[in-house]
């Protein structure tokens, strides 16, 4: 390969990381719509959806059958089943109401990767406290079946508004 291809090589590799979701997106490689499409889907439309409905069966079939999710000083939550046994708890103490905003996502082939804010408030359903529920948060992607899907989530507290 010689250094014009190389050239032109890290070029679109740089090009298709320059996504902005939600808004006007920006396609740099032709057929990446669909996958953006999905992904948006996934991230800003169905994740919320399932977070906010309290869902944990709903909440763990967004992930790959061997998924995980990295939660802030606990231990990794491996498979649909763990996710899922995880989010019912969380779900059962308390009540969310938060939106997903992609900040950047890159798309290449059958993986991705997009990191997000998450913004809300969390409500503890024994005392009835509400507090903030805000994170940073990276999904590694992975299309299986047709499917956009995450693969790996992981999150620390974010930005306060």
Known sequence: MNTHSLLALGRNRMLSGLFVLLGAAQVAQ???SDDLAQIGDLLSVRYPAV????????????FTEDGARIPPGRAVEGGRRAIAAAVEKLFKAITLDVALRVTELVVDGSLGFASADVTGTRTV???????????????VLQRAGGHWLIHRQIWNGGPKP
């Open 30 to 32: 032709a057929g990446q």
């Open 51 to 62: 977070v906010n409905a309290g869902d944990a069966p709903g909440y763990a079939g967004l």
């Open 125 to 139: 359903k024994a005392s009835g406290e509400v507090g903030r529920q805000d994170a940073r948060v990276i999904f």
